[in-house]
């Protein structure tokens, strides 16, 4: 048992603090050892990295002014132009886009458009000038007209879905809805994409098969002159290819060419291009695209509507004696000699 006398004994009050005081004192001084060394710790960080006090006002100025400059940032990723936190030549793309080649597009197309429909309430088909003889002479080969049709089907199809994608947003998007019009601007996206290599293979292989009879000469000179025999009753003599045919040849592989050059460049970005490089590809592209689709007006209202017999040729692989005679006479009669 705890004697009694203990229990009375008192110690004086400041003996009681004393405790409590150095307590106070130890846990003071140890933070005020935190807050310095914490305190040390940043400012050594603020002087190794000033990069950090930079980003922590990123919405400035003077953030941006250095970013249009060419100011870098940091990333663990190795992709081609990783490190480019804006790329501001995108802008100037979008305007060259919108504002250039999208509406000069549309001009040409409809031009062109515009002007066939008007030449031919004007002048009309151009007709046989004789009737058909019921005899006929063999035009192109099952392998050229499959050849063609291949191209030109291609070519329908990558013209509607680049179309569609072109200018679509602005009437097409508002009449089939927000979910039609992803889904289906989607599978114009799918369809671009991976039939467009095969139209590349397609055209390269009709390039080489018929540029042999694509040259000019003297004959198609005179051809030009007269009009092709569109206008008035002179029908100017042609060999195998008249001189319209043979231009649109070349229109087709020289932009035609390049339309395949730069696409393949939008393509196929895994070979590491810039951005910069694929904008610059895509205004080409769309450029050379609807100059292409424009020129390919003419030639097909030529072989369907515009003359008379024309689309046979391609159809069957061959043509009735009388346009033969007509429009391509010295290959007519080079076939009949060799009969």
Partial sequence: MIPLKWLSFKLPFHILLLPLLALTLAFSLSFSGLTQAAGSAEEKTSQARPAERKVASFAGPEYWKAIQQGETGRTQSQATEANQLINVQGEEWRIWRNQWVTPAGAYAMGGTLAVLLIFYILVGQNKLDSPRTGNTVERWKRFDRALHWTVATLFIILAISGLTLLYGKFFLRAALGDSLWGNYAIACKLAHNYLGPLFVLGLLVMIIKWMKNNFFNRTDIKWFMQGGGMVGKAHPSAGYMNGGEKAWFWVLTTVGLV?????????????????????????????????????????????????????????????????????????????????
């Fill in 259 to 339: 339309v395949c050059i730069s696409g393949l460049v939008m393509d196929f970005p895994n070979f590491g291009q810039y951005r910069e490089t694929m904008q610059q590809a895509n205004l080409i592209h769309g450029a050379a695209s609807l100059l292409l689709i424009a020129a390919s007006f003419g030639h097909i209202y030529i072989g369907t509507a515009g003359t008379e017999g024309a689309l046979e040729g391609m159809t069957n692989g061959h043509v009735d004696e009388a346009w033969a005679k007509q429009h391509h006479d010295l290959w007519y009669n080079e076939v009949k000699n060799k009969k």
